[in-house]
């Protein structure tokens, strides 16, 4: 079973910076198309930013240009740097790993930005 672990979430004052780290247990990291998607209590589960297997990367309108997605195929990692955080930044972060029909989710990490 393929297990994804997310750290790096805390509590940060806007226009601060966070790096979210996910890693992925298995032999099969480099196939899969990695994503971070974020949860707050008013909202249902968004896209945040995505990474296919080759390194093409796709983000939310919201975060384009202060976030930045990237992946290590030899650590089984993929990251997410978050610059210029705003309130409405605060969610839980997941991390998901897909290939076909397989999904899989991390535990999620809570992201909280506020003065």
């Known amino acids: 079973q393929v297990q994804l672990v997310e750290s790096g979430g805390g509590l940060v004052q806007p226009g601060g910076s966070l790096r979210l780290s996910c890693e992925v247990s298995?032999?099969?990291?480099?196939?899969?198309?990695m994503g971070w998607y974020r949860q707050s209590p008013e909202k249902e589960r968004e896209m945040v930013a995505t990474i296919s297997s080759g390194g093409g990367t796709n983000y939310a309108d919201s975060v384009q240009g202060r976030f930045t997605i990237s992946r290590d195929n030899s650590k089984n990692t993929v990251w997410l740097q978050m610059n210029r955080l705003k309130p409405e930044d605060t969610a839980v972060y997941y991390c998901?790993?897909?290939?076909?029909?397989?999904?899989?989710w991390g535990q999620g990490t809570q992201v909280t930005v506020s003065s």
């Open positions: 998901n790993a897909a290939f076909g029909q397989f999904k899989s």
């Open positions: 298995g032999s099969f990291f480099d196939y899969y198309f």
